[in-house]
């Protein structure tokens, strides 16, 4: 099964910038669309963004556009989120999931069944 493990997460000030890393082992990462999703205290969980097997297409929530970016290296079997203009309402655990993607289209309703443990992001004065 695919084993998803974040990391990159901490606290950041208002503005600031962060590159969340999500490195994969188990299965290959070539046949996996990779989400990004996070829940704040209190809140459900949302998508951020997603990205196909081959990287060729991308999603991304509102709240996200413009500022992050979802990329990935399947030959590292890692899938990036680099978080610019950070502002406190994104404040959240952050977890990367994986979907089996047919169809190489990036899709935050995929039913994403892989689940990594989440790291925290933190954005604060």
């Known amino acids: 099964q695919l084993q998803l493990v974040e990391s990159g997460g901490g606290l950041v000030q208002p503005g600031g910038s962060l590159r969340l890393s999500c490195v994969a082992s188990?299965?290959?990462?070539?046949?996996?669309?990779i989400g990004w999703f996070r829940q704040a205290p209190g809140k459900e969980r949302e998508g951020v963004s997603c990205?196909?097997?081959?990287?060729?297409?991308?999603n991304y929530a509102h709240s996200a556009k413009g500022r992050f970016t979802i990329s990935r290296n399947n030959a590292k079997k890692t899938v990036y989120l680099q978080m610019n203009s950070l502002k406190p309402e994104d404040t959240a655990v952050y977890y990367c999931?994986?979907?089996?993607?047919?169809?190489?289209?990036?899709?935050?309703?995929?039913?994403?069944?892989?689940w990594g443990q989440g790291t925290q992001v933190t954005v604060s004065s």
């Open positions: 999931a994986g979907a089996r993607d047919y169809s190489d289209y990036a899709s935050l309703t995929y039913e994403y069944i892989y």
């Open positions: 188990g299965f290959t990462l070539d046949y996996y669309a």
């Open positions: 990205i196909s097997s081959s990287g060729g297409s991308t």
